[in-house]
């Protein structure tokens, strides 16, 4: 699906200015999400989480300040610091578009509910899998008998521009060997149909070589 745009675009030395023709609050969101750099970045969540408990923004920019090759990213209003270690990046990705939300175990119902879906390359096939059988053994090596699965499965992190978009788990019991990479991935969240196809531009264009910004 296309983001599009009611205005011209025009050349202004070292810049590009877009004018939008009516400047309508759809067009603003749109404008505000191709500003957004769309980088992309998948982790493994527990082992590169420097501290569980959420911090301020300050906290956070501290902590990660304190050893090279950190990170700080917003999840759920809290702001956490990762070993900037991702098992994927935009380089693994094929492409991206606005979906309806489907079960991504087999006799899972979807929600129904929009989500944007994620295909990867040949090398990307190939991390998706390592990572999320990393994932799901790492459960079961945690797995206490008795104890339903949900309770010690481990999550991997999709980050957007340094914001979690989705903290998915692998239940070991059902996936043991982790998810086929063939099968892509799904970022599911509150989306409507607009907000879902404007990251999926992003996301599918890739990071831009330079930076937009708003004026």
Sequence with gaps: DAVALAGTVRAEADEVVVDLADDTAADRRT?????????????DWEPNLV???PSTLEQADRLAGRAEGRRVVEHEGGW?????????????LAGAEQVIEVAMEAGTPGSGARAVALTFTDDGETA??????????RGA???TPGVPAMNNAQHFAIVVDGRVTALPYINYEQAPDGIDGASGAQISGDFTLQTA?????????GPLPGTLAPQ
């Design 31 to 43: 404008l505000d999400a191709l500003t957004r750099p769309g980088r992309l970045a998948m982790y």
């Design 51 to 53: 501290r569980e408990e």
């Design 80 to 92: 956490y610091v990762l070993e900037d270690n991702p098992a994927l990046t935009n380089g693994d």
């Design 128 to 137: 998706f899998e390592n990572l999320t059988r990393d994932v799901a053994r």
């Design 141 to 143: 090596e945690l797995a």
């Design 197 to 205: 196809r404007e990251l999926a531009a992003v996301l599918d264009s």
